[in-house]
């Protein structure tokens, strides 16, 4: 299986402060890539879709360069409420199409 | 209410016994998912449903089983739970297309006593 490798930290840092989180993959087949967030015990919930050109939105902005194979994921201007846990994901090649492949996580915790 | 509903959401239950989970969806998606979580082993594949009639074994199927009822259900069963499947366990579903994001249910915390 194909893998995704994030630092899993816990990054801690003050609000108000720039935060980035790395990610690496080591399928170069791999279309589609995307990070989620994740609450202690909830659900994972799509953050954002990570595009070739990079995209920003609102205080995030998601990077993506192919041929070293990482994205990124910049947090400026950290709220309490970003604490989480910061998922990296990408699509990999099953029998009969695409299956998401995810990465074990970067934690955050944002304090005051 | 939610597009992806998992039931139950919480089950305690003894090793031997049979256990199933459901999940159904109103996102109208062809595609649906299992996975476990356990801590420091992030998300990992149990099974997964590109349409009705199609079943994939994903990284770790051993001791489960699914059935796809209808395109908006999809269950897992325990056939003989076993404490190490003591997990939080997910439902996700996304549409055909290969590049989409998935959708996920808020969680089934299952525990093998």
């Known amino acids: 299986r194909k893998e995704v490798e994030q630092d899993p930290g816990p990054f801690n840092v003050p609000e108000g402060a720039t935060v980035a989180f790395n990610c690496t993959y080591s399928?170069?087949?791999?279309?589609?890539f995307f990070w989620y967030r994740q609450d202690c015990r909830k659900e994972p919930k799509l953050l954002m879709s990570v595009y070739s050109s990079g995209n920003e939105d609102g205080r995030f902005t998601a990077q993506l360069n192919r041929a070293s194979q990482y994205i990124s994921l910049l947090i400026r201007d950290s709220k309490l409420s970003d604490s989480a846990t910061y998922l990296c994901?990408?699509?990999?090649?099953?029998?009969?199409?695409?299956?998401?492949?995810f990465g074990k996580g970067t934690s955050l915790l944002v304090t005051p | 209410d939610a597009d992806v509903t998992q039931t139950p959401r919480n089950r305690i239950t003894k090793t031997g016994k049979r256990i199933m989970l459901e999940c159904s969806q109103t996102?109208?998606?062809?595609?649906m998912y299992w996975y476990r979580q356990d801590p420091g082993l992030g998300l990992r594949l149990i099974y997964y449903s590109f349409d009705v009639k199609d079943i994939n074994k994903g990284e770790i199927s051993d001791g489960y089983s699914v059935s796809r009822q209808a395109q908006a259900k999809f269950s897992l069963s325990l056939e003989s739970a076993i404490p190490n499947q003591t997990a939080l366990y997910f439902c996700?579903?996304?549409?055909?297309?290969?590049?989409?994001?998935?959708?996920f249910g808020d969680g089934t915390r299952l525990s093998i006593l």
């Open positions: 994901v990408v699509n990999d090649v099953v029998h009969s199409g695409y299956a998401l492949n």
């Open positions: 996102k109208g998606h062809d595609r």
């Open positions: 996700a579903t996304s549409d055909f297309s290969d590049n989409q994001p998935q959708h």
């Open positions: 399928n170069s087949a791999s279309q589609s």
